[in-house]
């Protein structure tokens, strides 16, 4: 059972634009939501994240927009940058356990100059 | 800090063999996560550590798998006999064990049975 569903698998942005990347998730408990940036050989990196009590979280030109009744959230990188290209997990994990991470299967952001 | 440290990077062995994955965790963490990376199933938690002690090892396949944290700045993992399914990226994170942990993740060990 795949809990959080990631879209898309992968993306292709040009520099100076906007990448989205969506995430849906099904268990109600859930109540943190970080995303994870992750380099070629390297392991994966927290980004930034959000609970569900704000419906939105700005950190520089990252974004992240929640939908609580939706069980929905995304990731919006502004001025997209070639040095932004990595994959990109979106996370989720219940209230009691927030150590229990479950992960979306990925995205590839690409963002050519 | 040079963050969380794994050995080796990459490991070939045959099948049938043991193998250790080593970790130290970043000094002052108290949380330590061991997590499987591939293609098919992406990233999953295999076990997690809360001040030395395995506190949800769910996670783990079966019972070929077996980690263990003697003390705050060293942990295993051991898989034994190894087989060709168990083949993935191996990463070790630590954290601080609080509301929202983040992880800090390692760089890795890539793992090949044949």
């Known amino acids: 059972q795949q809990q959080v569903k990631q879209s898309p698998q992968s993306l292709i942005v040009q520099k100076g634009g906007i990448s989205i990347i969506n995430c849906a998730y099904e268990n109600t408990a859930f109540d943190y939501f970080p995303w994870y940036q992750q380099f070629p050989g390297k392991g994966p990196a927290l980004l930034i994240a959000i609970r569900p009590d704000v419906s939105e979280k700005k950190e520089g030109r990252f974004t992240i927009s929640f939908n609580k009744s939706a069980k929905q959230f995304s990731l919006h990188i502004m001025d997209s940058q070639p040095g932004d290209s990595a994959t990109y997990f979106c996370?989720?994990?219940?209230?009691?356990?927030?150590?229990?991470?479950?992960f979306g299967k990925g995205t590839l952001l690409t963002v050519n100059p | 800090d040079a963050g969380v440290i794994q050995s080796p990077r990459h490991e070939v062995t045959e099948m049938g063999q043991e193998v250790t994955l080593r970790c130290k965790p970043i000094s002052g963490h108290n949380s330590l996560f061991w997590y499987r990376q591939t293609m098919m199933r992406g990233l999953e938690l295999l076990i997690y550590?809360?001040?030395?002690?395995?506190?949800?090892d769910s996670g783990m396949p079966e019972d070929r798998f077996s980690a263990k944290m003697p003390n705050a700045s060293f942990s295993t993992l051991k898989i034994q006999p190894s087989e060709p399914r168990d083949s993935a990226v191996y990463f070790c994170?630590?954290?601080?064990?609080?509301?929202?942990?983040?992880?800090?993740f390692g760089q890795g060990t890539r793992l090949t049975v044949v």
């Open positions: 994170a630590s954290g601080i064990h609080r509301r929202g942990t983040e992880a800090f």
């Open positions: 996370a989720a994990s219940p209230s009691g356990s927030n150590y229990k991470l479950t």
């Open positions: 550590f809360n001040n030395n002690v395995p506190i949800d």
